[in-house]
């Protein structure tokens, strides 16, 4: 229900704008690819392995589409998987991925197939994949729907131990007490690792990395404990850096529930080239979007970079071109999970009063979005008493304007990751407040001329006035000037622009073909 | 003269201390008596468990106060801490006019893998800290700020190219020490390359470092959580102007 009474004609000026920034892009996205898109593309005809040899293990897709001359790759690995498979129609992909690998298929050799030719070659692939990401939508609806209605905000809570194992034991632990969704949170720098790695893990730096046999550890044990408990507990991961597509893939074949994925974080933030991320973004997006998985924005580092109170603007207009660049990859509005964040300088007068606001503001123009809001972390201090008070107002602020996915603070935040004490009293935290205030945004309406009702007004025209400045340069433009969080990024700097190459006329990509959505012009 | 302390809960001198923990074991009376035993063994009476709750099946969590049977000589201790004034901003440019006379060239960067620039940027940016303003508006320091993820030969090259005066490393997120595993790299290699200012200040921060820390891994200065910029500007200053003089004296 909206409450704020907003000018609905800047609003809907704000998504125009959104879509008209972010066509040119769209463009650009629809004629490249990228080394990860190629690798996600063998990753959904089934591939995971990895080469044997070394401390490291390297991925076969990472094999594979390395082997390939960029001249060929152009055309898209699927052409030439189809090419191995009309050489030789009984090999299996596994068996093909190993030997070109090893060398003793050179796909480079093969002679380039007929667009109907491959057509052919791949049909049963495709057409299983396709039940795979169907059949992964379905199962998380009907693991959804099968325990009953779950309150909103659901209790996001962050495991980090670096050991899978260890991971569960402080999921588990969570589910117990009350905590609706557990994200296991990367190793630092995975995201700048152009390669997903292999296997089960034990180490990590500041989390634990995603890699396709962790995914299924953490959800089968999910799984158990959401019999155990008889509420469905959802898991999600981060589809973002450098292998954003091929996380999907495997956020899909494992029955993810939620990716964090964002159309412009990996640039401003990981200093990920800004080609690279808008043209993995559309491709993992895809894959999201048919797999029925939801997507979560990283808008709240907006907000923990610089000051709070002067770029809420900033936030709601990545909101806008977020949206638009997942709408352009077919999501659906129930699968966004837009993020913001609670923080703003506490010593601020009425900044609970403007936090409000923001939170309200954000519900009103974006009703259907799962909403991720985050807690505070950048005026947290390691007085880990006024920690708890504070993470109580942000909770509190979190129910009253519906917020749908509440990230728990910590009140041990900016001290360590956290204890499992910590979360346990942050779930208490969120427990008591959500059960206490549930009905609280239904019974409060805003003085409709008051500071909080006025604040949210100012947003929108300063975010109105803010998208008007990026439309007049373009989007590329404004982030090459540093207009989002004060973070210039040049268009050809960054991380992995080596690895976009342009399609040629012929390139293929059968996935790509059914998962785009048809009805855009 | 010695001052013999010890904490203060009700009364002076009683002692109390509020702990909290966690016993990986099912909630039961004996859990809640070997939370008693473990303070205890840590020197505490009168214990008082204020809480005990199940955390799950296998693990319960503990409120407990008790009165420490230790004490401390408040006059024995010794720290090593900044002894330079701390200026605000235009005493420091001042500072630097008169007694420098030139910009002094500041570095700053998050090494190794640490994408998290909170630190490094309130130190930095124009708006600063804390109604503090940071490095890059102070019109007699030239400021730049390398951000996140930059790599410690990065780092030392860009040390070169700029002729800094004082580099500023941070470290945020980290796990297992690595970050103590990348500062001291970033000396060691500092160490090997040809055409660093000899006077050249080394500083590190984050919420893991202390003062203590960083000298002893031979850096100039460590700084924690809460550092406004013109406590590092007040230190910059002051090291350079004490290293300056003690450079003209010796010739």
């Known amino acids: ?521 | 003269m010695t001052t013999i302390i010890k904490p203060f809960g009700d009364i002076h001198g009683d002692g109390m201390v509020q702990l909290s923990f966690t016993l990986p074991v099912q909630t039961s009376p004996e859990a809640k008596q070997a939370a008693v035993e473990f303070l205890k063994k840590m020197g505490f009476e009168k214990i008082l468990v204020a809480h005990m709750e199940a955390m799950s099946t296998e693990t319960t969590f503990f409120v407990v106060y008790g009165s420490t049977t230790h004490e401390i000589d408040f006059s024995s201790i010794k720290v090593s801490k900044l002894e330079n004034p701390v200026l605000n901003f235009e005493d420091v440019n001042k500072l630097i006019e008169e007694k420098i006379g030139r910009k002094l060239v500041v570095v700053g960067a998050c090494i190794g893998s640490d994408a998290h620039t909170v630190g490094i940027d309130a130190i930095f940016n124009m708006k600063g800290f804390a109604h503090d303003w940071g490095f890059e508006r102070y019109p007699w320091m030239k400021a730049h700020n390398l951000r996140a993820q930059v790599s410690v030969e990065e780092l030392v090259k860009k040390l070169v190219e700029l002729e800094a005066d004082a580099v500023l490393i941070s470290r945020v997120v980290t796990q297992r020490d690595e970050h103590i595993v990348e500062l001291k790299k970033f000396l060691e290699v500092l160490k090997n390359t040809p055409g660093i200012s000899p006077k050249l200040i080394k500083i590190c921060g984050g919420p893991r470092i202390t003062h203590q820390d960083a000298l002893t891994w031979g850096y100039d200065a460590g700084f924690g959580p809460g550092t406004k910029p013109s406590q590092v500007a007040s230190f910059i200053v002051h090291r350079f102007v004490q290293g300056k003089e003690s450079v003209v004296s010796s010739q």
């Open chain 1, 1 to 521: 229900m909206a409450k704020l009474n907003l000018d609905r004609d800047k609003v809907d000026t704000c998504r125009e704008l959104a879509e008209g920034l972010v066509r040119p892009i769209q463009k650009y996205i629809e004629m490249h690819s990228t080394v990860s898109i190629e690798r996600a593309t063998l990753r959904l005809f089934g591939l995971t392995g990895a080469s044997s040899d070394g401390p490291t293990p390297t991925p076969l897709t990472n094999l594979f589409v390395d082997k390939i001359d960029r001249y060929k790759l152009s055309l898209g690995a699927a052409t030439w998987v189809a090419a191995a498979k009309i050489k030789n129609p009984k090999i299996s992909f596994s068996e093909m991925a190993h030997k070109v690998a090893e060398g003793s298929l050179d796909i480079n050799s093969l002679p380039e197939p007929s667009f109907e030719e491959i057509k052919q070659a791949l049909k049963p692939g495709v057409d299983e994949t396709i039940k795979m990401l169907d059949a992964s939508r379905r199962h998380k609806e009907k693991m959804r729907g099968r325990f009953g209605y779950q309150w909103t905000p659901f209790r996001y809570l962050i495991v980090a131990t670096g050991n899978i194992h260890e991971d569960v034991k402080q999921a588990v632990t969570c589910a117990q007490n009350g905590a609706d969704i557990i994200a296991v949170i990367r190793s630092t720098a995975q995201s700048l690792l152009d390669y997903v790695p292999h296997g089960a893990t034990t180490e990590g730096f500041g989390g634990t990395y995603a890699t396709q046999e962790n995914f299924k550890i953490m959800r089968q044990a999910l799984d158990e404990v959401s019999e155990e408990l008889n509420r469905y507990i959802r898991l999600c991961n981060y589809s973002s850096g450098l292998c954003m597509p091929e996380i999907a893939v495997m956020g899909a074949q494992e029955n993810l529930d939620y990716l964090l994925n964002d159309a412009m974080y990996g640039i401003l933030f990981r200093d990920i080239n800004m080609k690279r991320t808008f043209v993995d973004q559309y491709f993992s997006r895809l894959i999201v979007a048919r797999a029925g998985i939801g997507i979560q924005t990283g808008e709240d580092n907006y907000l923990t970079t610089a000051e709070a109170y002067e770029n809420h603007h900033q936030v709601l207009a990545s909101h806008f071109i977020n949206e638009q660049f997942a709408k352009n990859a077919g999501l659906r509005e129930e699968q966004m999970g837009l993020g913001h964040a609670f923080e703003m300088d506490p010593t601020i007068e009425d900044s609970f009063v403007y936090e409000l606001a923001m939170a309200q503001l954000v519900r009103d123009v974006f009703p259907r979005h799962p909403i991720k809001y985050m807690p505070p972390t950048r005026h947290m201090t390691g007085d880990i008493f006024t920690s708890h008070v504070y993470d109580a107002m942000f909770n509190l602020v979190g129910v009253a304007t519906k917020q749908v996915v509440q990230l728990l603070g910590m009140n041990t935040e900016a001290i360590h990751n956290p204890h499992l004490q910590d979360r346990f009293l942050g779930l208490k935290n969120a427990n008591y407040i959500f059960n206490s205030a549930r009905s609280l945004g239904d019974e409060i309406q805003f003085n409709p001329n008051g500071k909080l009702a006025r604040r949210a007004r100012s947003v929108v025209d300063n975010t109105l006035d803010f998208l008007k400045k990026i439309k007049e340069h373009g989007l590329m433009e404004t982030i090459e000037n540093g207009y989002f969080a004060n973070m210039p990024r040049k268009r050809d700097g960054g991380r992995g622009l080596e690895g976009v190459f342009q399609k040629a006329r012929r390139y293929c990509n059968p996935f790509m073909d059914i998962l785009q959505p048809k009805e855009r012009d």
